[in-house]
């Protein structure tokens, strides 16, 4: 493995923004209380963020 650190988006938004129903965006997996926060939180809270979606198939990216 490498000791370079992980490459990742500012943000795992995808532009397909949905919380209409539940409170966790059916694009990014991220809650409401995430979405609304993302830019105040620290590094540490967004890689704690980072690795619950993508443990849970987040962001769903088309391609």
């Known amino acids: ?3 370079l650190p992980r490459v990742r988006p500012d943000t795992p938004c995808v532009a397909v923004c949905s919380t ?3 409170d ?4 990014c997996g991220r809650t409401v ?3 609304a926060h993302w830019v105040f939180m620290t590094d540490e809270e967004k890689t704690i963020v980072w690795e619950r979606i993508t443990a849970e198939g ?3 990216r088309r391609g």
């Open 20 to 22: 209409t129903f539940d």
């Open 1 to 3: 493995m490498s000791d």
């Open 33 to 35: 209380n995430e979405v």
């Open 58 to 60: 987040y962001p769903k």
């Open 24 to 27: 966790v965006c059916r694009g």
